[in-house]
C-alpha cells in the first residue's frame, strides 16, 4: 500500500500533490473516515454504521441477497444506497456495510453497483486480482469499526482476552478484531487461524497475519501435534507455549491459542485462533 497508487480513484484520494514517499492513501483514507465518524458524533464503541451512513445521505437496506454480501449504488431516484446481505451474521452485515460506504469516500466515486462477494475475510485477505480500492474499503472498513482512538486500550501483547473483549466491544467478529490489533500493534507480531485438515488429519493453517517480522507462514501449513495450537484443539481451553511457529523457522515465539469452533451441527467446524510474540 506504500508504493504510488495505480488505480483513478485510488490517485484521486490521494490527491494531485501525493509523492512517491507520502503515497500510503491508508493515510489519507483513516483521516476522513475519522472526520466523518466524529461529523456523526459517534465517540463511543460500537460504531454504528447506519447512523453513520444515514448521515450521509446513504440509505442502507436489508436484501436476501443471492451470491453477494453487499452492493452500493445510486438508486433511480439519485440517492446512494447499501444493500447488505440480512442473512447473514451480524457482525459480518456490520462489516460489508462499512465496506460499502468507504467506497463512496473516493472522490469521483463512480455511480455503478460494486458488490461485495468474498465468502470470507480469508478470500479479501488473500485474493491477489481484487483491486486496490477493494482491499483499501477492507482497511477502512476495519479502521471505521475499530478506530484508533477508541481502541488504544486494546492491545495485542494483553492476548486473546483483548481479542475477545475487542470483538464483544466492537461488535465484530473474533478474527477481524485479532487482525486489527496486530496491524496496528507497533511490535512484532503474528495473528494466526487454523482449522481442521482434510480426512481428519490434524490442523492446517488456515491464514497468518505477520506484522513487523521477517516471517513466512505458508497457507495449510501442518500445525505440529502436540504444540499450543493442537492442545487447544484437543482440550478447549485456552493454551500457552513457547515454540517455533508452523513455518520454516525454528525461532521460538510465545503463543497464546484457543478454540473457537464455528458452525452448529452437521456444518460445525475447528477454528483455532492464536497471537504469538518473539521470545527473548
Known amino acids: 500500500m506504500a508504493e504510488a497508487a495505480r488505480e483513478e480513484l485510488v490517485a484521486r484520494l490521494l490527491g494531485a500533490r501525493a509523492t ?9 483514507l ?7 465518524r466524529r461529523e456523526a458524533g459517534q465517540e463511543r464503541l460500537p460504531i454504528d454504521v447506519h447512523e453513520l451512513a444515514s448521515a450521509r445521505g446513504i440509505h442502507v437496506a ?3 441477497a443471492s451470491g453477494w454480501d453487499g452492493r452500493v449504488y445510486v438508486d433511480e431516484d439519485g440517492r446512494v444506497t447499501i444493500e447488505v446481505d440480512e442473512r447473514q451474521p451480524l457482525v459480518r452485515q456490520r462489516f460489508t456495510v462499512a465496506h460499502e460506504l468507504v467506497h463512496t469516500v473516493f472522490p469521483g466515486f463512480r455511480r455503478e453497483r460494486r458488490s461485495r462477494v468474498d465468502d470470507n475475510l480469508e478470500h479479501a485477505l488473500f485474493a ?3 483491486s486496490e480500492e477493494e482491499h483499501l474499503c477492507d482497511w477502512g472498513a476495519s ?12 492491545r495485542s501483547d494483553q492476548g486473546l482476552r483483548a481479542v475477545e473483549r475487542l470483538a464483544r466491544d466492537a461488535k465484530v467478529s473474533l478474527e477481524a478484531a485479532g487482525l486489527r490489533l496486530v496491524e496496528r500493534s507497533g511490535k512484532p507480531a503474528v495473528f494466526l487461524v487454523a482449522d481442521a485438515a482434510p480426512e481428519g488429519r490434524g490442523l492446517r493453517v488456515r491464514y497468518a497475519r505477520v506484522c513487523d517480522l521477517r516471517l513466512f507462514i505458508a497457507r495449510g501449513a501442518p500445525v505440529a501435534p502436540g504444540s499450543a495450537l493442537a492442545r487447544a484443539a484437543a482440550t478447549g481451553r485456552r493454551e500457552r507455549a513457547v515454540e517455533p511457529l508452523p ?4 525461532r521460538a515465539f510465545h503463543v497464546e491459542a484457543k478454540s473457537y469452533p464455528t458452525g452448529r451441527g452437521a456444518s460445525a467446524r475447528e477454528r483455532v485462533l492464536a497471537l504469538a510474540w518473539p521470545a527473548g
Do not use: C, F, I, K
Not at 512517491?20 to 489519507?28: E, I, K, M, V
Not at 479502521?143 to 486494546?154: H, I, Q, V
Not at 513455518?247 to 525454528?250: A, D, I, L, M, P
Open 62 to 64: 436489508g436484501v436476501a
Open 143 to 154: 479502521a471505521l469499526l475499530m478506530p484508533d482512538e477508541l481502541t488504544w486500550s486494546y
Open 128 to 130: 491477489r486480482g481484487r
Open 30 to 36: 483513516g483521516a476522513l473516515l475519522d472526520g466523518w
Open 20 to 28: 512517491a514517499t507520502d503515497a500510503d492513501p491508508r493515510r489519507r
Open 247 to 250: 513455518s520454516r523457522s525454528q
